[in-house]
């Protein structure tokens, strides 16, 4: 029943993952050197098969080095999108900031006039000493009254000029922060700039390659991308890692996996978060945002900050993070498969769990 299980599972996932994280399927057998005996009791002619073998050694590099070129890829797109993040949240602190300003400076100006009333009001009195206006006065208890009023207006302008200095410091203080985070602003937009070039150049660089091929070996190398995920595949559920995972789903999650499913078949695009394309991350941050659970926006923080779960003890809905560098990220949808957006030039889809080099699980609904 394991076998079959097996046998099943992996003709159901089999559609194209992350190229950059499938494992290279096993060596294939090389042809026999030109004057040895190239054939054994039952082989028919192995000149055809050696030919088909020497393509497939050459597609098989070919694989391994667009891996990497996509790899670097994904990780500068994630780069690219925590810089993004960032500065959309700086982007609103400064407004913030600016309107803290504004008010400081309204609140300002309206105890200047106060303070330049009291000023105006003390000129008008000439300063006399108050012993000075109780020889004068007529009314000593009048005088007595004054007295009292001047105490307090004594106190109110102390309280004033207190006020006063302490908006000035506030005004300083957030002029200093916004300041600040206009320079960390800058940083990140240079970030992004860096990051950007990083894509634009490996992922150039692979479709150069990939442009190079002819339509029979691009066809060849697809084939061969799925042998290599299908292996790992073979391999995670041949572990019996599938016989311990029996979560069911939360209200939440079955959201975010309807979501994420119904994206499928629309292009990864780097830094997009849909609704026509997205990145790896870009698709489980705005399915979990649809089920109500906002998200971090990167694979690498999806990981830093959400909590962490077993294997065994996944559901669908949790995020897979793949790779050491967390630089992808699937959902989970049940039955050893994921859905994710896999990289340039392929398009949302279902794939084996185990398809990649698994790093950890982490749950947005824990």
């Not at 020497?54 to 070129?69: F, H, P, W």
């Not at 504004?102 to 009195?125: C, F, I, P, S, V």
């Not at 105490?151 to 309280?159: L, V, W």
């Not at 292009?267 to 698709?283: H, K, Q, T």
Request: glycine content about 10%; overall charge positive; hydrophobic content about 35%.
């Amino acid at each position: 029943m394991a076998a079959v299980a097996v046998v099943c599972a992996v003709t159901l996932l089999t559609a194209p993952g992350v190229a950059h994280a499938a494992p290279a399927p096993p060596d294939t057998p090389s042809s026999s050197p030109s004057g040895s005996s190239g054939t054994s009791e039952g082989s028919g002619d192995s000149g055809d098969s050696g030919a088909a073998d020497g393509k497939d050694s050459g597609l098989e590099s070919v694989r391994k080095k667009l891996d990497t070129l996509y790899h670097d890829a994904a990780l500068a797109t994630e780069e690219y999108n925590a810089a993004e993040e960032k500065a959309d949240k700086q982007s609103v602190e400064i407004v913030k900031l600016a309107q803290k300003i504004a008010a400081g400076q309204r609140r300002l100006d309206q105890l200047k006039n106060h303070a330049g009333a009291a000023a105006r009001e003390q000129y008008r009195t000439g300063g006399v000493p108050r012993a000075a206006q109780f020889m004068l006065s007529g009314d000593p208890q009048q005088f007595l009254d004054n007295a009292g009023r001047v105490y307090q207006g004594q106190q109110a302008t102390k309280n004033l000029m207190k006020e006063l200095t302490g908006t000035q410091k506030d005004l300083a203080g957030y002029a200093k922060d916004a300041s600040a985070k206009w320079k960390k602003l800058e940083e990140g937009r240079k970030e992004k700039a860096s990051a950007k070039k990083r894509i634009e150049k490996q992922i150039k660089a692979a479709q150069k390659i990939e442009s190079k091929l002819e339509k029979e070996e691009r066809e060849r190398l697809r084939k061969l991308e799925e042998q290599a995920e299908q292996k790992a595949q073979t391999a995670w559920l041949s572990s019996g890692v599938l016989k311990e995972i029996n979560g069911r789903a939360t209200k939440a999650g079955k959201a975010a996996v309807k979501f994420a499913t119904s994206q499928i078949g629309k292009p990864y695009v780097w830094g997009a978060e849909g609704p026509r394309s997205y990145d790896c991350s870009g698709l489980t941050s705005q399915a979990w945002a649809a089920a109500g659970r906002p998200i971090p926006r990167t694979s690498q923080e999806q990981w830093k900050q959400l909590e962490r779960i077993d294997i065994k003890d996944m559901r669908p809905g949790d995020l897979i993070i793949y790779h050491d560098d967390a630089s992808h990220v699937g959902m989970y949808i049940g039955d050893g498969a994921i859905v994710h957006a896999p990289r340039p030039g392929r398009t949302v889809t279902i794939a084996g769990a185990g398809s990649m080099v698994i790093l950890g699980v982490v749950r947005p609904d824990a």
